[in-house]
């Protein structure tokens, strides 16, 4: 029996477990160049990034902490965390909670034998993105 989950509820169920992750009320704090995302206990769990280090196309470009990717990791499979709707979905939760207008989304992931890959993705563009070092 397959079971069909459509885009609303899927956003309800990514919505509902970083609610019970990180709290229902995110806060920020800003600095010079970056955009600290706080939990509801003051955790620092995403990186804004507003000048330098931010991908091709990108005005604000969010940074998945690495404790952040892994608790995530620990509730949905890795394989679903690298397609465009769960960055869609991550994303709208964030601006949702913080009344930031963030365009990207990256994480690190293990990939290969380096075990350092990136995954860039832009809303805006609504495709994976190349990274800039700036």
């Not at 397959?2 to 806060?27: E, R």
């Not at 620092?44 to 005005?59: A, E, L, N, P, S």
């Not at 960055?87 to 075990?115: A, M, Q």
Request: charged share 30%; glycine share 6%; with cysteine.
């Amino acid at each position: 029996m397959d079971v069909i989950i459509t885009k609303s509820q899927y956003q309800k169920i990514v919505f509902n477990l970083l609610d019970v992750l990180y709290g229902p009320k995110l806060t920020h704090e800003k600095e010079a160049d970056r955009i600290k995302i706080l939990s509801n206990e003051g955790e620092h769990i995403f990186t804004v990034y507003t000048v330098g280090g931010k991908g091709d196309g990108c005005k604000q470009d969010m940074f998945v902490n690495s404790e952040t990717g892994e608790e995530i990791d620990n509730f949905i499979p890795k394989v679903a965390t690298r397609k465009k709707l769960f960055s869609r979905t991550v994303l709208s939760y964030v601006n949702e909670k913080t009344n930031l207008n963030i365009d990207c989304i990256e994480f690190w992931y293990e990939k290969g034998p380096s075990h350092d890959k990136r995954y860039n993705f832009s809303v805006k563009k609504n495709k994976k993105i190349k990274r800039t070092t700036n």
